[in-house]
C-alpha cells in the first residue's frame, strides 16, 4: 500500500441522525449499551431526554462497530481527563459527537483528533456574545441584525467549540484565546490562536439541517479537509 503524500488532504467521515426514534428502535439501541451507559440512561428524568441519550449512544456504537469491524456492544470507551470519549485499543480511528435540537452528527478520523459541534439556531442573549467572544468577533457581529445577527452567533459558536473539542482541554482553552471567522461570506477558518500556529488549522462549515449551524475543526498541519458524508449502517 503506497503511503499518501505529506501533504495530501485529511478525510473526515461525517454521519448525522435523529435523535427521535419509535420504542422499538430505542429498546434496540439500549441493549448495545455498557453498564455505565445504561446507568447514566437512567439518571434522566424525562423519559425524551432519557431516549435521545439511548438514541445517540446507541447509533454511534453501530456506526463505529461497523467502521472497526466489531459487535457494537464489544466496543470499549476510554475518556480523557476532560470527558472526551475515545475507543480503547491501538490504531482506533479518533472520533466526536455532537447533539442539539434533537439532531446528532459524528465526525471520524484516522490519525488526528476532530472537533465536531452543531447548533440548533435559537433565541441567544448578546451578552452571552460578550462574555464569550474575543473583541474582533464581536466587531464582526456587532454589524449583522436579526436572523444574521443569530446565524453569525451560531456560526462563531460551533466553529469556537469544534476547536475546543478538537484540543480536548476542555475551556483550559478560553473560548476568548482565539479568534475565527463567523461572516457569511468569510471561508471558516481560524484567525488567531494564543500559543499556536493558526495555520495549523483546519475548519469546515457544516449546514446540517434547516435552522442550525455546525462546524468541524482539525489540527492538519495546514492540510485540507475531504469530507465524506457517509449513510447510517
Not at 15 to 24: I, K
Not at 96 to 102: P, Q, R
Not at 194 to 216: N, Q, R, S
Request: glycine fraction near 10%; aromatic fraction near 6%; proline fraction near 7%.
Amino acid at each position: 500500500m503506497e503511503t499518501p503524500p505529506a501533504d495530501a488532504p485529511v478525510t473526515v467521515d461525517l454521519w448525522q441522525w435523529s435523535l427521535q426514534a419509535t420504542p422499538e428502535r430505542i429498546a434496540r439501541w439500549h441493549d448495545l449499551l455498557s453498564a455505565d451507559e445504561a446507568t447514566r440512561a437512567a439518571r434522566f428524568l424525562r423519559a425524551e431526554h432519557r431516549d435521545a441519550f439511548i438514541a445517540g449512544r446507541g447509533q454511534l456504537r453501530e456506526v463505529l462497530g461497523a467502521v472497526v469491524g466489531q459487535a457494537p456492544e464489544a466496543l470499549v470507551f476510554d475518556y480523557g481527563s476532560h470527558g472526551r470519549p475515545a475507543l480503547r485499543g491501538a490504531g482506533m480511528p479518533l472520533f466526536n459527537l455532537s447533539h442539539s435540537g434533537g439532531m446528532a452528527a459524528l465526525a471520524v478520523c484516522t490519525g488526528l483528533q476532530p472537533g465536531i459541534d452543531i447548533e440548533r439556531i435559537r433565541p441567544v442573549e448578546p451578552a452571552v456574545a460578550l462574555h464569550h467572544f474575543s473583541a474582533a468577533e464581536n466587531a464582526v457581529l456587532g454589524t449583522l441584525t436579526g436572523q444574521d445577527w443569530a446565524r453569525g452567533f451560531f456560526r462563531c459558536w460551533t466553529r469556537k467549540e469544534a476547536m475546543v473539542k478538537a484540543i480536548g482541554h476542555g475551556l483550559s482553552l478560553p473560548l476568548k484565546g482565539f479568534d475565527v471567522t463567523l461572516a457569511a461570506n468569510d471561508p471558516p477558518r481560524v484567525v488567531r490562536i494564543a500559543d499556536d500556529d493558526a495555520a495549523a488549522w483546519v475548519m469546515i462549515g457544516l449546514d446540517p439541517a434547516p435552522g442550525f449551524e455546525g462546524a468541524i475543526a482539525l489540527r492538519s498541519g495546514g492540510r485540507a479537509i475531504r469530507l465524506q458524508r457517509r449513510d447510517l449502517p
